[in-house]
């Protein structure tokens, strides 16, 4: 997710340098914690991906909303 909106961020040209570098620092500082797929959570990725016509990349982050029951924006 940070190099996802990190990037989103550093195409925004509304924002000067100095917002940028706050906005980004502050995706990490509510201690966000990485989570690396499982073979289930690929696997029900893929279905999802397979259903959507989705990216299996996006699909990921549904799967993820999905198992940690949040809402994806």
């Not at 289930?40 to 999905?66: C, H, N």
């Amino acid at each position: 997710m940070v190099y996802e909106v990190g990037n989103s961020i550093w195409r925004n040209k509304q924002l000067n340098l100095r917002d940028s570098v706050d906005a980004v620092a502050s995706l990490i500082e509510p201690g966000l914690e990485p989570t690396a797929p499982t073979a289930k959570s690929a696997s029900r990725a893929m279905e999802v991906a397979r259903e959507t016509g989705l990216t299996f990349y996006d699909a990921l982050y549904i799967q993820l909303a999905e198992e940690k029951r949040i809402t994806l924006i």
